[in-house]
């Protein structure tokens, strides 16, 4: 099995800065996308940030220039630097990996971590 651990939220005012961490442990053979979540109140679950194994990113119109989302690849890890902070940003962050988890065909498979609560006040 595959774990998946994000870190690094909390509360900062409008404008600030924050770091989410996700570290990805367990039977990992390889890691083919990384994304980044968020669920906020009243809204469904949305894609903010992805890197594919290429190295391409994507991110939503809402975040990008703000946002940034790196790999660091020794430590099966990624990171959100998430910079000028908005209010609407406020909501749970989620870690998302697709690992393969095998040599063997078919064992690639979709985790997630358990979320990290980002708070930005006005």
């Known amino acids: 099995q595959v774990q998946l651990v994000e870190s690094g939220g909390g509360s900062v005012q409008a404008g600030g800065s924050l770091t989410l961490s996700c570290v990805a442990s367990?039977?990992?053979?390889?890691?083919?996308?990384m994304s980044w979540y968020r669920h906020r109140s009243g809204n469904q679950r949305e894609l903010v940030a992805h890197?594919?194994?290429?190295?391409?990113?994507d991110y939503d119109d809402s975040v990008r220039d703000r946002f940034t989302i790196s790999k660091h690849d020794a430590q099966n890890s990624i990171t959100l630097q998430m910079n000028s902070l908005k209010p609407e940003d406020t909501g749970v962050y989620y870690c998302?990996?697709?690992?393969?988890?095998?040599?063997?065909?078919?064992?690639?498979?979709?985790?997630w971590g358990q979320g990290t609560q980002v708070t930005v006040s006005s």
């Open positions: 890197l594919q194994s290429g190295g391409i990113t």
């Open positions: 998302t990996m697709m690992v393969k988890t095998t040599p063997r065909p078919g064992t690639t498979d979709r985790y």
């Open positions: 367990g039977s990992i053979f390889s890691i083919h996308s």
